[in-house]
Nanobody, 121 residues
Framework: QVQLVESGGGLVQAGGSLRLSCAAS????????MGWFRQAPGKGREFVAA????????RYIDSVKGRFTISRDNAKNAVYLQMSSLKPEDTAVYYC??????????????WGKGTLVTVSS
């Protein structure tokens, strides 16, 4: 049974940093793209970042470029999201996702249950 378990969310002040982690189990994910989506209150789920199966290809939504960094550790079946210079508009539930590049919603095979990030002003 495939499971994606996120951790690292919490409350942080604007300008602060958080590191999200996603531990995957149930199969090996080295051949998949791993990434993150988020859903703010009252809004739809949006793509945030993706890391291709080689670990060398990454892409980000424009609003987080230069502030967020995605990385993965295939030996640990894990993906991470280092978030810096956080803004109140980054407040959302962040979801780990595994699927195919470029990791649009339609290309996600597995979802985590999410971790809440709240950025106070």
């Amino acid at each position: 049974q495939v499971q994606l378990v996120e951790s690292g969310g919490g409350l942080v002040q604007a300008g602060g940093s958080l590191r999200l982690s996603c531990a995957a189990s149930g199969r090996t994910f080295s051949a998949y793209t791993m990434g993150w989506f988020r859903q703010a209150p009252g809004k739809g789920r949006e793509f945030v970042a993706a890391n291709g199966r080689s670990g060398q290809s990454t892409r980000y939504i424009d609003s987080v470029k230069g502030r967020f960094t995605i990385s993965r550790d295939n030996a640990k079946n894990a993906v991470y999201l280092q978030m810096s210079s956080l803004k109140p508009e980054d407040t959302a539930v962040y979801y780990c996702a595994v699927g195919v590049w470029p990791l649009e919603v339609s290309g996600v095979n597995y979802w985590g249950k999410g971790t809440l990030v709240t950025v106070s002003s």
